[in-house]
């Protein structure tokens, strides 16, 4: 886990997080709840699967136009953040 709220990067309205580490987490093998994923996946597929049918078509959003948002909100309603 990275915590990068240091105002370092100047990367405005993001939380915390910046863009790359959205990246990194979607490029790993393991999910925010600790379990395997697969690479290039939001979550593992139990967490996916419990997630809200909307919620599951925002995380297919592109990097930059909304999936930020969309894994927040997901990562919020699995209750990992
Ligand atoms: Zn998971």
């Known amino acids: 886990m990275r915590d990068a709220v240091n105002g370092r990067r ?15 987490q979607y490029k790993s093998d393991e999910c925010l709840c600790g379990r395997p994923k697969a690479r290039r996946y939001a979550f593992c597929f139990r967490c996916y699967a419990s997630l809200p049918r909307d919620m599951q078509r925002a995380l297919w959003r592109r990097f930059g136009q909304g999936y930020e948002e969309a894994y927040d909100a997901a990562a919020v309603y699995l209750g990992s953040l």
């Open 10 to 24: 100047g990367n405005a309205g993001q939380r915390g997080k910046d863009q790359r580490w959205y990246m990194e």
